[in-house]
């Protein structure tokens, strides 16, 4: 979330430095992430599919990061961008919730429900973000209120209150895992959310 921040065209004007920290700590952070999720790949598959997502994702970033500095002008490239960058953030969330509702489904079923419809908030947030950039570049106003000067905000908070959503939910995930012992004789969990 820091990074993200930092990469903002706000922070950009104002100090290039730290738009510059914010670029390296974004992708410090997938590569970290996406090593991560690799990691639990054994178990999940939905695991390894959101890790194959988070390098496109730094990808279409970098390129938007490019084009707006070297042509601020380019207004409709950013959104494009930005709006590639909302269908993969979209479907890394979906397969990362996924994951992690297959392994907490054996747990916990009323935790693992919840990680299935976080990603469907996810969703929301990122179809509001992409929103309130087309309605930055249109500038459509109600009265003397730009449109999308009101949903930007929301949609920052919008992703910060799925963030803190998923951090909750990893920490009850990992306090139902303190305690638990796997059945010897139960199916494999996988087999068992296919049936579900």
Same mark, same amino acid.
Request: aromatic fraction near 14%; hydrophobic fraction near 55%; charge should be negative.
């Given at each position: ?46 695991? =390894? ?64 429900? #919840?990680?299935?419809?976080?990603? #469907? =908030? ?48 990893? #920490? ?15 199916? =494999? ?6 049936? #579900?």
């Amino acid at each position: 979330l820091l990074s993200i921040v930092l990469c903002t065209g706000y922070i950009a004007s104002f100090s290039a430095v730290l738009h510059t920290v914010g670029l390296c700590l974004f992708f410090i952070a997938a590569l970290l992430y996406s090593l991560t999720l690799l990691y639990m790949m054994p178990a999940s598959d939905h695991f =390894k599919w959101a890790a194959v997502f988070v390098a496109p994702c730094a990808f279409v970033f970098l390129i938007a990061q490019l084009i707006h500095h070297f042509d601020p002008t380019s207004d409709w490239t950013v959104s494009l961008g930005y709006f590639l960058i909302s269908i993969l953030t979209s479907c890394f969330c979906y397969q990362e919730f996924q994951g992690f509702e297959e392994v907490s489904l054996q747990v916990d079923a009323a935790l693992s429900e #919840k990680w299935s419809s976080l990603w #469907k =908030k996810c969703l929301i947030a990122c179809i509001a973000f992409v929103a309130s950039r087309l309605l930055v570049m249109t500038s459509i106003p109600i009265g003397n209120i730009q449109l999308g000067a009101i949903l930007a905000p929301i949609a920052g908070l919008l992703m910060l209150a799925v963030q803190v959503v998923k951090w909750t939910l990893l #920490k009850n995930t990992s306090l139902a895992y303190t305690d638990w012992e796997p059945d010897p004789d139960s199916e =494999k969990i996988t087999s068992e959310f296919e049936i #579900k």
